[in-house]
């Protein structure tokens, strides 16, 4: 590929971007505006004109992934060579390379996880701390080094910033200090660490500063609205006086400012590097009008900074259908519709993998995966945890290895499938949320992309796989498993789907409560919205629900932020409840001893779990060999057509008829109508499981 054909199929600001070739420059640039695409094109431009030497380029992002995708791009665009990191990588690598010649012997041991040494550091404080609380102190230490708070000026500091730790101020300064002292004693380093001592080895050791600046003299970094003061103060030092550096960024997407994020760096680029040039990127090329439309509304009511550096994206899609806004009762019945319109998505044809249910914090997601399983619909729980450091991952890709030196000729989904069931897979996932669930996921996730590179290159075997994921985990390149991601907005950012859905809106969650005190909190949690919003491809809806139980007050109100988008009335086409207990009668009480059900578990079941239960074993063995043999026959998970609870429910009950069938928690409408007969044939004992398989 030559140059020009590198400028070609960009549009005038992409261009403009990739002709900007010396620096500084700056590039605002709106959610699905092609920023990756243009600065990619910039470096490759610039190498192929001869301006830039590949090997002197390095482009600094967020993530492996991302990084990992630029090395991709720019491969297929005839500029490899550049070496394109996040900061922790590029730290990493120069701190090792440097040590030995200027400090001498081996450097400190990286600390991939802050959790061990808080809980000691709790312990020695005499501090008692839960696994939640240990996860908040972690966090709160992080947050307190990239902002280079020592110890004893954490108090002033976190009350400056409005900061609410786990535990009092002050003790959470001596723990801090405490797991200071720890990693000093044993000669370790975490990640903020490790950039301000690679910050520190370039400042006081001149001749270290001046080869690396020889071998880099161009820079890029990406999401630069997200770089916190440690990253700052590396990225500067490896500048020195340079001004060949490219910045992109969206001040409208800031969502990590409790992390030590400061979009200051970004919205005042021109003030500390007079005379650069700035392009903005307003094109969006991800979501149709009406989507995109909602997007600059939710910014439009932006106040303060934010409002004056907004970005008013322009969409370049056809028109598609209207953002929809719907209000519930209660979250129960807010889930059940949503579940009910995904399940109708799929029966359109939308793929799964292709519909999000974002949410604000994680413990909204356990009313959605109930109404999954009722409506046999398929979901996965997105998180944090970089998919290819999970333990089970790490555990399956040695055994795929192993297998793959001796491997035969058996196809290659079944030869994956056999390995990952040594690892623990199942037909079907365990009940409920926990590690065992993630574990499951995890080992599925495996599978789908054994039946995906199989469907793409039939002839392809273990070795193949192997090394299709030996390259993904390079490249941080997770698979996706075939389902509905339940996920938490900031876990969604620099994701997309064709259908997007938007849940739980109300105030006290969207704003978060504690973001009251801040009205700087209060803005990034609009931009927290926009994020939301930004996600969906085609379809968008956002919900609310009055209160959070059957039967509860109604005392909720939406989010602030919707005043002005959503129509004053927002009620749903009601949901048919019929089947649910009336809501004035508050919680289901169990069939066994009366008392209030509030497990999810036991409400399907109708019974405390610990209380006895008479039921036909027999017929649960028989209802157990059906589900196998329909999901095989439909291609789908098991739990997909019942899970393990509502099995057992319809076994204790035995019902003979359409409506006692349909009065079981997770026996939905959709439900009843694909399998009601079967399952009342097996009850009455008229059929075995293999009558019912063709």
Same mark, same amino acid.
């Given at each position: 590929? %030559?140059?020009?054909?590198?400028?070609?199929?960009?549009?005038?600001?992409?261009?403009?971007?990739?002709?900007?070739?010396?620096?500084?420059?700056?590039?605002?640039?709106?959610?699905?505006?092609?920023?990756?695409?243009?600065? /990619?094109?910039?470096?490759?431009?610039?190498?192929?004109?001869?301006?830039?030497?590949?090997?002197?380029?390095?482009?600094?992002?967020?993530?492996?992934?991302?990084?990992?995708?630029?090395?991709?791009?720019?491969?297929?665009?005839?500029?490899?060579?550049?070496?394109?990191?996040?900061?922790?990588?590029?730290?990493?690598?120069?701190?090792?390379?440097?040590?030995?010649?200027?400090?001498?012997?081996?450097?400190?041991?990286?600390?991939?996880?802050?959790?061990?040494?808080?809980?000691?550091?709790?312990?020695?404080?005499?501090?008692?701390?839960?696994?939640?609380?240990?996860?908040?102190?972690?966090?709160?230490?992080?947050?307190?080094?990239?902002?280079?708070?020592?110890?004893?000026?954490?108090?002033?500091?976190?009350? !400056?910033?409005?900061? /609410?730790?786990?535990?009092? *101020?002050?003790?959470?300064?001596?723990?801090?200090?405490?797991?200071?002292?720890?990693?000093?004693?044993?000669?370790?380093?975490?990640?903020?660490?490790?950039?301000?001592?690679?910050?520190?080895?370039?400042?006081?050791?001149?001749?270290?500063?001046?080869?690396?600046?020889?071998?880099?003299?161009?820079?890029?970094?990406?999401?630069?609205? %997200?770089?916190?003061?440690?990253?700052?103060?590396?990225?500067?030092?490896?500048?020195?006086?340079?001004? =060949?550096?490219?910045?992109?960024?969206?001040?409208?997407?800031?969502?990590?400012?409790?992390?030590?994020?400061?979009?200051?760096?970004?919205?005042?680029?021109?003030?500390?590097?007079?005379?650069?040039?700035?392009?903005?990127?307003?094109?969006?090329?991800?979501?149709?009008?009406?989507?995109? @439309?909602?997007?600059?509304?939710?910014?439009?009511?932006?106040?303060?900074?934010?409002?004056?550096?907004?970005?008013?994206?322009?969409?370049?899609?056809?028109?598609?259908?209207?953002?929809?806004?719907?209000?519930?009762?209660?979250?129960?019945?807010?889930?059940?519709?949503?579940?009910?319109?995904?399940?109708?998505?799929? %029966?359109?044809?939308?793929?799964?993998?292709?519909?999000?249910?974002?949410?604000?914090?994680?413990?909204?997601?356990?009313?959605?995966?109930?109404?999954?399983?009722?409506?046999? +619909?398929?979901?996965?729980?997105?998180?944090?945890?970089?998919?290819?450091?999970?333990?089970?991952?790490?555990?399956?890709?040695?055994?795929?290895?192993?297998?793959?030196?001796?491997?035969?000729?058996?196809?290659? +989904?079944?030869?994956?499938?056999?390995?990952?069931?040594?690892?623990?897979?199942?037909?079907?996932?365990?009940?409920?949320?926990?590690?065992?669930?993630?574990?499951?996921?995890?080992?599925?996730?495996?599978?789908?992309?054994?039946? =995906?590179?199989?469907?793409?290159?039939?002839? *392809?075997?273990?070795?193949?796989?192997?090394?299709?994921?030996?390259?993904?985990?390079?490249?941080?390149?997770?698979?996706?498993?075939?389902?509905?991601?339940?996920?938490?907005?900031?876990?969604?950012?620099?994701?997309?789907?064709?259908?997007?859905?938007?849940?739980?809106?109300?105030?006290?969650?969207?704003?978060?409560?504690?973001?009251?005190?801040?009205?700087?909190?209060?803005?990034?949690?609009?931009?927290?919205?926009?994020?939301?919003? /930004?996600?969906?491809?085609?379809?968008?809806?956002?919900?609310?629900?009055?209160?959070?139980?059957?039967?509860?007050?109604?005392?909720?109100?939406?989010?602030?932020?919707?005043?002005?988008?959503?129509?004053?009335?927002?009620?749903?086409?009601? +949901?048919?409840?019929?089947?649910?207990?009336?809501?004035?009668?508050?919680?289901?009480?169990?069939?066994?001893?009366?008392?209030?059900? /509030?497990?999810?578990?036991?409400? !399907?079941?109708?019974?405390?779990?610990?209380?006895?239960?008479?039921?036909?074993?027999?017929?649960?063995?028989?209802?157990? =060999?059906?589900?196998?043999?329909?999901?095989? !026959?439909?291609?789908?998970?098991?739990?997909?057509?019942?899970?393990?609870?509502?099995?057992?429910?319809?076994?204790?009950?035995?019902?003979?008829?359409?409506?006692?069938?349909?009065?079981?928690?997770?026996?939905?409408?959709?439900?009843? %109508?694909?399998? @009601?007969?079967?399952?009342?044939?097996?009850?009455?004992?008229?059929?075995?499981?293999? =009558?019912?398989?063709?």
């Amino acid at each position: 590929m %030559d140059a020009d054909e590198v400028l070609a199929g960009l549009d005038p600001e992409q261009r403009e971007v990739a002709e900007a070739i010396r620096g500084p420059v700056c590039v605002l640039a709106g959610a699905g505006t092609g920023k990756t695409r243009a600065i /990619t094109h910039r470096i490759a431009y610039s190498v192929l004109t001869g301006v830039v030497s590949p090997q002197r380029v390095l482009a600094v992002t967020f993530t492996t992934r991302a990084a990992g995708e630029l090395r991709g791009r720019l491969r297929q665009l005839g500029a490899p060579g550049v070496q394109a990191k996040t900061f922790h990588a590029a730290a990493f690598k120069q701190l090792h390379y440097f040590w030995p010649k200027v400090i001498g012997g081996e450097p400190p041991r990286l600390v991939e996880s802050k959790l061990g040494l808080v809980a000691e550091a709790a312990r020695a404080c005499r501090l008692s701390f839960g696994r939640t609380e240990l996860r908040d102190a972690a966090a709160e230490v992080e947050w307190a080094k990239v902002t280079q708070t020592r110890p004893g000026e954490y108090v002033a500091a976190a009350a !400056k910033a409005a900061r /609410t730790p786990p535990a009092d *101020a002050a003790d959470m300064a001596r723990l801090y200090d405490a797991y200071e002292q720890l990693r000093r004693d044993r000669n370790l380093v975490d990640f903020e660490g490790m950039l301000e001592l690679t910050a520190a080895i370039f400042t006081e050791h001149q001749e270290v500063a001046n080869q690396f600046r020889d071998q880099y003299r161009h820079f890029v970094v990406d999401e630069y609205q %997200d770089v916190n003061p440690l990253q700052k103060l590396l990225l500067d030092t490896w500048l020195g006086e340079r001004k =060949d550096l490219c910045v992109v960024g969206d001040p409208n997407q800031t969502i990590y400012s409790f992390t030590g994020a400061s979009p200051s760096y970004l919205l005042n680029f021109t003030i500390e590097h007079p005379g650069a040039k700035v392009v903005e990127l307003v094109r969006d090329y991800r979501s149709t009008p009406q989507v995109v @439309g909602l997007a600059n509304g939710v910014l439009a009511q932006a106040r303060g900074e934010a409002r004056r550096h907004r970005l008013e994206l322009v969409a370049q899609r056809p028109a598609g259908p209207a953002p929809a806004f719907h209000e519930y009762d209660d979250e129960v019945a807010e889930a059940d519709a949503v579940a009910k319109r995904i399940r109708e998505l799929l %029966d359109e044809g939308v793929p799964a993998r292709e519909i999000a249910v974002l949410f604000r914090i994680n413990a909204q997601s356990e009313p959605y995966e109930q109404a999954f399983a009722d409506q046999g +619909v398929p979901y996965v729980v997105k998180g944090a945890e970089r998919f290819f450091e999970r333990a089970e991952v790490r555990q399956s890709v040695v055994l795929l290895r192993g297998a793959a030196r001796s491997a035969g000729d058996e196809p290659l +989904v079944r030869a994956v499938r056999d390995v990952l069931a040594s690892a623990g897979l199942t037909d079907k996932p365990p009940e409920g949320r926990g590690a065992a669930r993630e574990r499951w996921e995890s080992l599925a996730a495996l599978a789908q992309l054994a039946e =995906d590179v199989a469907a793409d290159r039939p002839s *392809a075997g273990l070795r193949e796989f192997v090394a299709e994921l030996e390259e993904r985990a390079g490249a941080q390149h997770a698979p996706t498993l075939e389902g509905v991601t339940l996920a938490t907005l900031h876990t969604a950012k620099g994701l997309e789907w064709d259908a997007v859905f938007l849940a739980g809106l109300v105030e006290g969650t969207l704003p978060i409560i504690y973001a009251e005190k801040n009205p700087e909190q209060i803005e990034e949690e609009r931009r927290l919205l926009y994020v939301g919003v /930004t996600r969906a491809r085609e379809f968008l809806t956002l919900s609310w629900a009055l209160a959070r139980s059957p039967g509860g007050r109604k005392g909720r109100r939406r989010s602030r932020f919707l005043d002005g988008l959503a129509p004053q009335s927002a009620g749903p086409p009601r +949901v048919d409840r019929s089947r649910r207990r009336a809501a004035a009668q508050g919680p289901q009480p169990c069939r066994v001893c009366g008392r209030p059900l /509030t497990a999810a578990i036991e409400r !399907k079941l109708g019974r405390c779990e610990s209380c006895p239960a008479d039921y036909d074993e027999e017929l649960l063995t028989r209802m157990k =060999d059906w589900r196998v043999n329909t999901s095989k !026959k439909l291609k789908v998970p098991s739990y997909v057509v019942f899970t393990d609870a509502t099995l057992q429910a319809i076994a204790e009950r035995a019902p003979a008829s359409e409506s006692e069938l349909a009065a079981i928690p997770g026996v939905g409408a959709v439900k009843l %109508d694909r399998y @009601g007969s079967d399952v009342l044939a097996l009850c009455r004992g008229e059929m075995t499981s293999a =009558d019912l398989v063709d």
